[in-house]
């Protein structure tokens, strides 16, 4: 790269923040919408913008269709026009759609005479405030998908210039290396943000060759309580991975699923295979965890509920089922062991049962 003397925009300091910026880019374990906004952000402290996007499209005949469209100060009805109304409109496709490597400023492109009567710009791009942008094109590995990346100003904003088009064409291969997986993580994210609610059960995937693809809300909380700060290397993951490879030593026919109960931990693992991408229908494998100790405390609280339970006889309880004795339970909660044997008492009454043995049946029949 050549630095700019006087008011060009290529400085040393500048090019080593684009430096940072394109090894932030390929930070895979980061998400990828997450690396997309993190890149913006920084973007933004070099060039000035207001509204931005990268737009995954694919091309069905003679028609641009959108895939999907990750944006900077769009609103959700804005894509949704874009993608539903106006995508096979865009003027920039039809120059961007190319096996080659292309970048324009629109200013230059276009004829703006011409351009700013097209129906197009007059009910999309003028309301929107998209007058005047920066256009790249990139490549994606996913089958027919391809990739734009767009800044824009409004019309009372100066243009982009040639010197911050020349900033964003250094960008641009790294666009295509970076994001050339984006259509199958984009399927494990939205899978992966239907599963964030379910506290119960951690999900992760791993690709054919074992490496760590991601995990949800659950697997990254759960496995920080364990002191896991690695979410791809960890005793969990390394069971995940030999579970795996138990799995693969049966054809898909005959196994679709492998079961075990992690030694020393409350985790119950199941592993299968899955196709994630519904373009590359690359195998991988669907690894969840059940954690046992938080389906145990939800059986547990909803007794307390329906039973009427106190806060005391729950402790009580807790202890019982962990194998404590009458003393241990005195010694644990600083009462006489009368006091225990008086709590022991309620909670059968309350339960319905006679002795500790019909407890665990109480359990089995909420675990049913």
């Given at each position: ?54 737009l ?69 791009l ?12 990139f ?14 100003r ?7 210039t ?6 964003i ?60 700060q ?40 199941e ?13 991988c ?28 006889e ?11 004795s ?19 008492a ?23």
């Open positions: 790269m050549i630095s700019r003397d006087g008011k060009g925009i290529l400085t040393p300091s500048k090019l080593e923040k684009i430096n940072q910026m394109i090894a932030d880019l390929y930070d895979d374990s980061v998400t990828l919408s997450k690396r997309m906004e993190g890149f913006f952000a920084e973007l933004y402290k070099v060039i000035f913008f207001e509204k931005a996007n990268f995954f499209y694919q091309k069905q005949g003679n028609l641009y269709k959108t895939h999907s469209i990750y944006t900077i100060n769009w609103n959700d009805e804005q894509k949704r026009r874009y993608e539903c109304e106006y995508c096979h409109l865009d003027d920039v496709l039809s120059i961007l759609d190319s096996d080659q490597s292309v970048s324009f400023l629109t200013n230059q492109m276009f004829n703006q005479s011409v351009r700013k009567n097209s129906p197009y710009f007059q009910e999309f003028l309301p929107m405030g998209l007058h005047d942008s920066i256009e790249t094109n490549s994606i590995r996913n089958q027919n998908l391809r990739g734009v990346f767009s800044i824009h409004s019309q009372d904003k100066n243009h982009f040639e010197e911050e088009l020349e900033m064409s250094l960008f641009q291969p790294h666009f295509s290396n970076a994001l050339k997986d984006y259509g199958r993580e984009l399927d494990m994210e939205m899978m992966l943000h239907m599963l964030n609610s379910y506290h119960c059960v951690g999900v992760s995937y791993f690709d054919k060759r074992l490496n760590f693809l991601g995990g949800n809300t659950t697997y990254r909380q759960r496995l920080a309580q364990m002191g896991f690695d979410l791809g290397n960890n005793p969990v993951a390394d069971c995940f991975r030999a579970l795996s490879r138990t799995l693969d030593q049966e054809p898909p026919f005959l196994k679709r699923h492998v079961v075990y109960k992690m030694k020393d931990t409350p985790l119950f693992l592993v299968t295979r899955a196709h994630v991408s519904q373009w590359g229908h690359e195998e494998y669907v690894c969840l965890f059940f954690d046992l100790s938080y389906v145990m405390e939800q059986i547990l609280s909803q007794m307390q509920r329906d039973f009427g339970l106190t806060e005391r729950m402790e009580v309880l807790h202890l019982l089922l962990r194998g404590f009458n003393e241990q339970i005195s010694a644990s909660l600083f009462v006489s062991v009368p006091t225990v044997k008086k709590h022991l309620a909670i059968y009454s309350k339960l319905e049962i006679k002795n500790q043995k019909q407890i665990l049946e109480k359990l089995h029949f909420y675990t049913g």
